[in-house]
């Protein structure tokens, strides 16, 4: 049987998503796309070729829809999609907030909704999505977008109630290493380094942790152990890191993406 999926709002996840996807071997012909703009619509046309359609089309015609709009902008298109939804399509809502019972009360009774929170190294198929079931949705709905996201990286099933916690940790996990990254690099320019090659220095390192991280089995703590030695350079670095309350600083800025994912949710923009 051919499952058609559509991405409906078609914009740097939905992209990084159907490119991942296309990638990962999925037939360009069972993808369809919507665009709310004609020159998105035919860029996404020139570069994956796949055929754009209106929501409508899409609704009828897909057996799984992914909405990756805004948040702001998923009420008016469930609004648009409600009437052209039958019972038994799958709707994956990926955007920040939005829980899976906004989209249930706006579609037909009964529609399965499963929501995901992905991240942008979808576009390097190194994504952290967090998956959670809305009340209708099932294992096979589950399995079906376990199958969708993992060709753009990890997957993770978790309860909906820690939706906006993994909203805060791996949603906008990235910015928080871009931003170090960037501090760090900073750093290399201050201690007399140019920019390029404190940068080559710096992002090197990260792949290095990040590998380590993911595939020694340690834990960090004794990673970093191994590289603190008594009375040598990093310990010195540490204590400066402690003396700014750097850890206290992330535990704050995670909390505070949290609550803004809760805000999202019970409809508070501002
Ligand atoms: N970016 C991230 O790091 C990230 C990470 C995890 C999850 N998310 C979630 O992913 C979602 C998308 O984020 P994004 O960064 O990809 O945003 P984006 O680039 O703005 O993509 C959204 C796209 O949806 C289009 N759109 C809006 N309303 C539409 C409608 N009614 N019909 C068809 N298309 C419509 C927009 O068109 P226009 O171009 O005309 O505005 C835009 O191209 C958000 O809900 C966000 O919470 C984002």
Redesign the pocket.
């Known amino acids: 049987m051919t499952q058609k999926v559509a991405v409906?709002?078609?914009?740097?996840?939905?992209?990084?998503l159907l490119s991942g996807m296309l990638r990962g071997g999925w037939p360009p012909a069972d993808l369809l796309v919507?665009?709310?703009?004609a020159e998105?619509a035919e860029e996404l046309r020139s570069r994956h070729g796949v055929v754009p359609v209106t929501?409508a089309e899409a609704a009828k015609t897909a057996d799984t829809l992914i909405?990756?709009?805004?948040?702001q902008?998923?009420g008016?298109?469930l609004e648009?999609l409600a009437p052209h939804v039958p019972a038994g399509r799958l709707v994956i809502?990926?955007?920040?907030?939005?829980t899976t019972a906004f989209v249930e009360d706006r579609l037909t009774a009964g529609v399965p909704v499963v929501r995901?929170?992905?991240?942008?190294p979808?576009l390097v198929d190194e994504a952290m999505s967090v998956i959670s079931a809305g009340s209708h949705a099932g294992e096979a709905d589950l399995a079906h977008t376990e199958e969708i996201f993992g060709s753009v990286g990890k997957t993770l099933r978790v309860p909906e109630s820690q939706q906006d916690a993994c909203?805060a940790l791996s949603?906008?996990g990235?910015?928080y290493f871009f931003y170090l990254v960037e501090a760090m690099t900073d750093a290399g320019i201050l201690l007399g380094l140019p920019r390029d090659k404190a940068h080559d220095l710096i992002v090197q390192s990260a792949i290095g942790a990040a590998t380590m991280l993911r595939d020694s089995g340690e834990h960090p703590v004794k990673l970093r152990e191994n590289v603190t030695s008594p009375a040598g350079t990093t310990i010195n670095a540490i204590r400066e890191l402690e003396n700014h309350g750097v850890r206290a600083a992330l535990i704050a800025a995670l909390e505070a993406a949290r609550d803004r994912s809760r805000q999202?949710a019970s409809g508070t923009k501002d």
């Open positions: 409906l709002g078609t914009g740097k996840i939905g992209e990084a919507t665009a709310r703009r998105r929501n909405l990756t709009v805004k948040p902008d998923m008016a298109l648009e809502s990926g955007a920040a907030g939005i995901v929170m992905t991240n942008t979808a909203t949603g906008s990235p910015a999202l």
